[in-house]
Every structure is written in structure tokens, then in C-alpha cells.
């Protein structure tokens, strides 16, 4: 079994900044790449930004919307990816997810967990 815990949501006053966690754990034997994507109310969920694993050179994709205020980095022995967020504006109003692709055995399917969100309101 394998979970992927959300942490560090919050609410913040436009311009301020929230840092985003998002820990996997269970029967894990490798973790391919890692991402956020965000859910604003009445809209499709959205890919906000994603990273690669080591051996594939750890590379970084955003959206439009949140280069230059968002990163996105791992730590890979805590199997942990993190979502700083600056500049937040209300627009970034949204649950936020991490999603990862793992194997949980050698040689094993590439199979895509989803964490249980957190709530992200950007307000004055």
C-alpha cells in the first residue's frame, strides 16, 4: 500500500508565500516523477508543475501561470516533493495535489498515486 500525504496548505494574504509538501511512504521500490496539480472551485484540476526523477536529470515543467513565483524540488531519500510558492495571488486559490509514478518491485508496472489535497486560499 502505498500513500502520499499533503502538507503546509494554508491561508495567506496576497503576495505572501506558502511551502507545500507532499511525503510518500508505504511499498515503495522507486519513485519515476513527481507533481503538483491544483483544483480552483468549478474548474478541471491542473497541472501547476512537475520534476523528474534523478536519473532522468531531475527537469522541471510549470504552467504559464506560476513560472518565476512557483519551485519544484525532491528530496529523494525522504521520497518528498516540495512546491515553494511566492508572489501568491488569489488566482492561485485551489486544493492542491501531488501526484507520483512508482514501481513498488524491480521490474514492476509504473503505477500513478494521488495524494488527498490541501487547501490553498491566497486572500486579504
Known amino acids: 500500500q502505498v500513500q502520499l500525504v499533503e502538507s503546509g496548505g494554508g491561508l495567506v494574504q496576497p503576495g505572501g508565500s506558502l511551502r507545500l509538501s507532499c511525503a510518500a511512504s508505504?511499498?515503495?521500490?522507486?519513485?519515476?516523477?513527481m507533481g503538483w496539480y491544483r483544483e480552483a472551485p468549478g474548474k478541471q484540476r491542473e497541472l501547476v508543475a512537475t520534476?523528474?526523477?534523478?536519473?532522468?536529470?531531475?527537469?522541471?515543467t510549470y504552467a504559464d501561470s506560476v513560472k518565476g513565483r512557483f519551485t519544484i524540488s525532491r528530496d529523494n531519500a525522504k521520497n518528498t516533493v516540495y512546491l515553494q510558492m511566492n508572489s501568491l495571488q488569489p488566482e492561485d486559490t485551489a486544493v492542491y495535489y501531488c501526484?507520483?509514478?512508482?514501481?513498488?518491485?524491480?521490474?514492476?508496472?509504473?503505477?500513478?498515486?494521488w495524494g488527498q489535497g490541501t487547501q490553498v486560499t491566497v486572500s486579504s
Open positions: 501526484k507520483a509514478r512508482l514501481t513498488t518491485s524491480m521490474g514492476g508496472f509504473l503505477y500513478q498515486y
Open positions: 508505504g511499498s515503495i521500490f522507486s519513485i519515476n516523477d
Open positions: 520534476i523528474s526523477s534523478v536519473n532522468s536529470g531531475g527537469k522541471t
